[in-house]
């Protein structure tokens, strides 16, 4: 969450927040990208008013950060709601405490979030980034094979493409989250049953069907792993596979399919959910599937099914 250059510095600690925090990440699960992204909102507001206590601000004073983030500093309403849910969060937890008797931020109007529908992949397009490491590899097979490496080092490389093909698919077959990609372990998964356990956000837990291609994938990439972790995805030096090393792997495979390589892991998980909805998923299973707590979330991607076949019709009725 970048800092404007208008904000006043932010402080680095704040005793309040650090407590804030920590009971939130030890008692609610929440992820390192929101405890990071929560650190940075409070701290940026606190540096607005840093001769108050957190207890003493009045709604007035969190109306008047609204007009300079909205107005001021021109941030968009994504922006904008994501550093009042941090304020709303502590405050909640303020109030569990017993040091408020009220949310100063509770009644304050947000900008609305322009409606978009999520972004997500055809069946063409998802077999051809599937396939995409299987190309890159074999390219660079060649080029190392045409610079005279040995034979040896290209295989002990190769466990590297498996594990890529094997986190690709399971992505796709399982709609998770980046977060929920990187902590898999190997005790998570039962390639009998064809399931895999997640821990999502809060850490609840859900069981996750695995199609047979992503079971067939991590079977090839487990006989291949030189790692014998329970972390799942290992990178080269046998350390778990961070979310930044997925991101970069994703743009080159979506690059090299031809297709956006702007597109984020997330937008493999929209993919999973709209394809499951194309084929006549219910939108409870769905739900449950993604590990939604709130159904209307879910609900999006219903609007993108009817815009698809709202197209189809268009396109083929002659009463259209």
């Keep these: 969450m970048p800092t404007s250059p208008t904000s006043p510095r932010p402080q680095s600690k704040d005793k309040a927040i650090e407590e804030f925090l920590k009971q939130i990440e030890e008692g609610r699960g929440v992820s390192p990208n929101t405890v990071r992204n929560y650190r940075q909102a409070l701290l940026e507001f606190k540096a607005t008013v840093p001769d108050k206590s957190w207890w003493d601000l009045k709604p007035a004073d969190f109306k008047a950060y609204l007009y300079s983030l909205a107005r001021a500093q021109k941030l968009g309403p994504s922006t904008v709601r994501l550093r009042f849910a941090a304020l709303r969060t502590f405050y909640k937890q303020a109030l569990r405490e ?13 900008p609305k979030m322009p409606r978009r529908l999520p972004v997500f992949l055809n069946q063409e397009q998802v077999l051809a980034l599937l396939n995409a490491p ?7 097979e ?3 094979a045409a610079g005279g490496k040995k034979k ?14 094997a986190w690709l698919e399971v992505f796709y077959s399982a709609g998770l989250r980046l977060a929920e990609l990187v902590s898999l372990k190997r005790s998570n998964l039962d390639l009998r049953q064809g399931t895999v356990r997640v821990f999502g956000k809060g850490r609840k837990e859900r069981l996750c069907p ?3 291609p992503a079971l067939r994938a991590l079977e090839a990439y487990l006989d291949a792993c030189p790692c014998d972790d329970d972390v799942l995805f ?7 596979l961070n979310g930044r090393t997925v991101q970069l792997a994703l ?3 979506l690059a090299a399919a031809g297709l956006d390589a702007r597109l984020t892991p997330h937008k493999l998980r929209h993919t999973f959910a709209t394809h499951l909805l ?3 998923a219910d939108l409870r299973s769905v739900q449950e599937l993604l590990g939604h707590s709130q159904l209307t979330t879910t609900q999006i991607y219903t609007s993108v099914s009817v815009e698809r076949l709202k197209r189809v019709y268009d396109g083929a009725h002659p009463r259209a």
């Excluded at 299987?134 to 660079?140: D, E, P, S």
């Excluded at 290992?234 to 778990?240: E, K, L, M, N, P």
């Design 210 to 212: 695995l199609g047979g």
């Design 134 to 140: 299987r190309q890159l590899w074999a390219k660079a």
């Design 278 to 280: 194309d084929h006549g």
């Design 152 to 165: 040896s080092r290209r295989a002990a490389q190769n466990w590297q493409m498996l594990r890529d093909i």
């Design 234 to 240: 290992v990178s080269a030096q046998g350390r778990q």
């Design 98 to 110: 017993g040091r408020m008797k009220s949310n100063p931020v509770s009644d304050l109007t947000l």
């Design 142 to 144: 060649k080029l190392q």
């Design 251 to 253: 743009k080159r495979y």
